[in-house]
C-alpha cells in the first residue's frame, strides 16, 4: 500500500502537516521575539519556518486546485479564491500596524518614519504590495506596517505563475527549475552573508529564490506521493524532530542554514507524507488551525510590547519575561481566526460563489467532484505562511 492510497481511505487527510504548520507558526513567533524585542533567542534559524511554509504551499495547493486548474476552473478563479483565503488577516494585520505606526509617531516622531511614508506604506501594504523607497526608520523594509507580509506577498507571486504555468509542467522541468532556484539562492545568501531574505529592497531577489525552491519542492513532493511508502508514527516523530532541529539549533553559518533548506526540511515534509493521519505533539493541531493569524498578526502586538517596555523600564533590550507574550498573542489568534477570519472567508466565497452562479457556473469550495474529490476537506490544508 502506498502514502496516497492509505490516505485516500483516511478522506484524503495529511493529519501531520497541520502539526507542523502549528510548529512552524510558533517558531517564527519565538524568533521575533528574539530578534525584535530583543529576549534571548530560543529559535535561531526560526526565520527558515517561511520556507517551510512555501513548501507546505505548494505541496497542499496541488492537492486542492493541481487537477482543478487544468479542468474546471479559470486562473481568474483561483485568484480570487486565493485572495479571499489571505485577505481577510493581511487587511487585520495592515490595520493593526498602521495604528501602531501612526501612535508611534506621535509618540516618537524623530524614531519613526515621516506621516506621507507611513500612510503611502499603509496603502500598498494593505493591498498586500512592498514599498519601494527608503523609509528614515524603517530603512528599505518592504512591508514596514507589517512585517510577515512580505511572504505572503510573494506566496501570490508564485500562486498566480503556478497558476498560469507551472501547473501543467512535468516534474523534469520542476526539477530543473527547482535546482535553478536552489543555485540562485545559494548564491544570493553567500553575497548576502544570510538566508534571511525577501524583507527589504536589496534582497528581494533573494525573497523570489527562497518562494520558488520551496513551492517547486512543494510540487515535486506532492508528485511522488503516489510511490512513497506509509512508515507511520515513527516517521511522523522524526518529522518533527527534524523540523524542530532545522529551525532552533543555534548554528547561524550560511552552508548550514542553507543544507537545512534544501535537505532537511524537504526530508521532514517528505516522512511528514508518509506519516499520513498520526497526531504526535498535544495542542499542536490548534497550532495549526490559528497558525495564519499567529503569523499574520504578532508583530504588531511585538512592537507593542517593545515600546511600552523600553518607555517603562528604559531598557531597549527584553528579557525571558517577554516570552510572556506568546500565550496573549496565541490567545489573540485563536479569537481572530474565530470570529473574524473565517465568517470574513465565508462571506467572501459566498460572493464568489454567487458571481460565478450569475454567469452559469455552478462552483463551490464544498461540493466533491471527479476533478475535486477531496471538496472543503482538501481545502482546509490550504496554507499562506504561511
Not at 496516497?4 to 493529519?15: C, E, F, I, S, V
Not at 480570487?80 to 516622531?109: D, H
Amino acid at each position: 500500500m502506498t502514502a496516497a492510497t492509505a490516505l485516500t481511505n483516511a478522506h484524503d487527510r495529511y493529519g501531520l502537516l497541520d502539526e507542523l504548520r502549528g510548529i512552524a507558526a510558533l517558531v517564527v513567533l519565538l524568533f521575533h521575539i528574539g530578534t525584535r524585542i530583543g529576549a534571548p533567542v530560543v529559535a535561531a534559524n526560526g526565520y527558515l519556518a517561511v520556507d517551510f511554509f512555501f513548501m507546505l504551499s505548494g505541496f497542499v495547493l496541488a492537492e486542492a486546485y493541481g487537477r482543478r486548474l487544468t479542468g474546471e476552473m479559470t486562473f481568474a478563479e483561483f485568484a480570487m479564491r486565493r485572495m479571499a483565503r489571505m485577505m481577510p488577516i493581511v487587511v487585520l494585520g495592515v490595520c493593526l500596524g498602521t495604528t501602531y505606526a501612526l501612535t508611534r509617531w506621535y509618540a516618537a516622531p524623530s524614531r519613526s518614519d515621516d506621516l506621507p511614508t507611513i500612510l503611502g506604506s499603509a496603502l500598498l501594504n494593505g493591498l498586500l504590495l512592498p514599498k519601494w523607497w527608503r523609509g528614515s526608520a524603517t530603512g528599505w523594509e518592504v512591508f514596514p506596517i507589517n512585517g510577515p507580509l512580505w511572504s505572503l506577498f510573494f506566496e501570490i507571486v508564485i500562486n498566480l505563475i503556478w497558476a498560469t504555468w507551472l501547473v501543467a509542467r512535468r516534474p523534469g522541468t520542476l526539477a530543473l527549475l527547482a535546482i535553478l532556484s536552489l543555485v540562485s539562492l545559494c548564491l544570493l545568501a553567500r553575497h548576502h552573508g544570510t538566508m534571511d531574505l525577501g524583507w527589504s529592497g536589496p534582497t528581494l531577489a533573494g525573497g523570489m529564490a527562497r518562494v520558488s525552491f520551496g513551492f517547486l519542492t512543494g510540487l515535486l513532493i506532492h508528485a511522488a506521493r503516489d510511490r512513497l511508502p506509509v512508515l507511520g508514527r515513527g516517521a511522523a516523530t522524526i518529522a518533527i524532530m527534524v523540523t524542530v532541529a532545522a529551525l532552533a539549533l543555534p548554528v547561524s553559518d550560511v552552508s548550514w542554514v542553507v543544507a537545512m533548506t534544501a535537505l532537511a526540511l524537504p526530508a521532514a515534509l517528505v516522512l511528514a507524507v508518509c506519516s499520513g493521519r498520526q497526531r504526535i505533539v498535544p495542542g499542536a493541531r490548534f497550532l495549526g488551525t490559528i497558525s495564519y493569524a499567529v503569523y499574520g498578526l504578532h508583530v504588531p502586538f511585538l512592537a507593542l510590547y517593545s515600546g511600552l517596555s523600553e518607555r517603562l523600564t528604559g531598557r531597549s533590550d527584553a528579557g525571558f519575561e517577554a516570552y510572556l507574550m506568546v500565550p496573549v498573542i496565541l490567545g489573540v489568534a485563536a479569537l481572530a481566526t474565530t470570529f473574524y477570519d473565517r465568517p470574513a472567508q465565508r462571506i467572501l466565497r459566498k460572493a464568489l460563489d454567487a458571481r460565478y452562479r450569475q454567469h452559469g457556473v455552478e462552483v463551490s469550495l464544498a461540493r466533491k467532484s471527479p476533478a475535486n474529490p477531496v471538496g472543503a476537506r482538501g481545502l482546509r490544508h490550504e496554507t499562506a505562511d504561511s
